[in-house]
């Protein structure tokens, strides 16, 4: 009933957040809920909006996928993946193929986010970590930075998990003219 009051603009704005709104669901254990609300604001979204088809698209399938139907959710996030610029469906389909241990679909989802992210390192970063969970240890690379002059004081930057070395960048740039980053 809301819908005939709004312009265009708002009612875009309205599906997308029950998009976010049934995305949350999904993430409370709540899939049912999340694929009755995705099923709604699909009937009532334009098919010229794909972002928010998209939106919605992506949503079902995290709630197939959360709602026991694996194989139904993987192959909706395959399709949306292969669609879509952005890199959450590609992440999902990693981990959940990883969480399978169908390590070479894993792969494959690597192989597209490195497409949609040339030059940068997490897609790098996830290879190693697939790779080596498939125990193939030579193609898993140790990847270490050093930067600066030798013979000064040293600083050593270790980085968690699941991040990398990428985020001490501009600290190693700041600090390589009066230490040997490593």
């Not at 192989?111 to 949609?116: E, F, N, V």
Request: aromatic share 6%; proline share 3%; charged share 25%.
């Amino acid at each position: 009933a809301r819908s005939h009051y709004l312009h265009a603009g708002a009612q875009s704005d309205l599906l997308v957040v029950d998009g976010r709104i049934a995305e949350c669901r999904v993430f409370l254990g709540e899939p049912d809920t999340a694929l009755a609300l995705t099923a709604d604001a699909l009937k009532r979204v334009h098919a010229s909006n794909t972002k928010v088809v998209a939106l919605l698209e992506r949503v079902r399938g995290f709630a197939l996928a959360a709602q026991g139907d694996a194989n139904a959710g993987l192959e909706q996030l395959e399709r949306i993946a292969g669609e879509d610029s952005g890199t959450a469906a590609d992440m999902l389909l990693i981990t959940a193929s990883v969480n399978r241990r169908n390590f070479d679909a894993a792969l494959k989802a690597v192989d597209r986010l490195q497409k949609k992210q040339p030059g940068k390192p997490q897609p790098l970063y996830l290879r190693a970590q697939v790779l080596a969970m498939r125990g193939d240890l030579a193609g898993a690379r140790l990847h270490y930075i050093d930067e600066g002059d030798a013979s000064q004081r040293s600083l050593l930057f270790v980085h968690g998990n699941p991040t990398w070395s990428f985020h001490w960048r501009r600290l190693i740039l700041a600090q390589r003219n009066g230490y040997r980053c490593v």
